[in-house]
T-cell receptor, first 113, second 113 residues
Framework: GESVGLHLPTLSVQEGDNSIINCAYSNSASDYFIWYKQESGKGPQFIIDIRSNMDKRQGQRVTVLLNKTVKHLSLQIAATQPGDSAVYFCAGDYGGGGNKLTFGTGTQLKVEL | DAGITQSPRHKVTETGTPVTLRCHQTENHRYMYWYRQDPGHGLRLIHYSYGVKDTDKGEVSDGYSVSRSKTEDFLLTLESATSSQTSVYFC????????????FGPGTRLTVL
């Protein structure tokens, strides 16, 4: 079966530094990947997505990079702020037509002041 | 939370009792999903709906049933709750088949004693 979201469990960064959160996946068949942010006690919040025909996509302070050769996805957060502290996880759509996403377990980002 | 509410937000119940969780959306989205989130696991799909009275099973559907009699409401029922169903349950929506991103509600924390 597919697996996605082989994350490091925790990442600590200093406020103002850039953060890079990584995600590996096992199956090349996904045509769509999504990054979510989840704060404690809240539901996952959509951050950014990328299709498999792209290598890079930028949003506000965030960039997602997709390396299909090594099956690796990363989320870069520029100038990390205390409000960025949360769990971040990736998800992939393996041909379920958007109905059957596979989610990773996530990385806890801790921002140190 | 993309116009999604979940009720109740917290519930404690006893083994063997029936439990129904409600997801309500205000934006007439076609697709609705129920997930559970447990430590060490990514979000796992329980059931989803692609229209009124149209539902399908997800990865972890055993012990759960769903109903969707109106576009705005998607109900998840545990016919006879077990301790293994202690979890945080999230509802999600997707606007239509041309949109891939799922947006999540605030979650329901269920404890089965």
């Amino acid at each position: 079966g597919e697996s996605v979201g082989l994350h490091l469990p925790t990442l600590s960064v200093q406020e103002g530094d850039n953060s890079i959160i990584n995600c590996a996946y096992s199956n090349s068949a996904s045509d769509y990947f999504i990054w979510y942010k989840q704060e404690s006690g809240k539901g996952p919040q959509f951050i950014i997505d990328i299709r498999s025909n792209m290598d890079k996509r930028q949003g506000q302070r965030v960039t997602v990079l997709l390396n299909k050769t090594v099956k690796h996805l990363s989320l870069q957060i520029a100038a990390t702020q205390p409000g960025d502290s949360a769990v971040y996880f990736c998800a992939g759509d393996y041909g379920g037509g958007g109905n059957k996403l596979t989610f990773g377990t996530g990385t806890q980002l801790k921002v140190e002041l | 939370d993309a116009g999604i509410t979940q009720s109740p937000r917290h519930k404690v119940t006893e083994t063997g009792t029936p439990v129904t969780l409600r997801c309500h959306q205000t934006e007439n989205h076609r697709y609705m999903y129920w997930y559970r989130q447990d430590p060490g696991h990514g979000l796992r799909l329980i059931h989803y709906s692609y229209g009124v009275k149209d539902t399908d099973k997800g990865e972890v559907s055993d012990g759960y049933s769903v109903s969707r009699s109106k576009t705005e409401d998607f109900l998840l029922t545990l016919e006879s709750a077990t301790s293994s169903q202690t979890s945080v349950y999230f509802c999600a929506i997707r606007a239509d088949r041309h949109t891939d991103t799922q947006y999540f509600g605030p979650g329901t924390r269920l404890t089965v004693l």
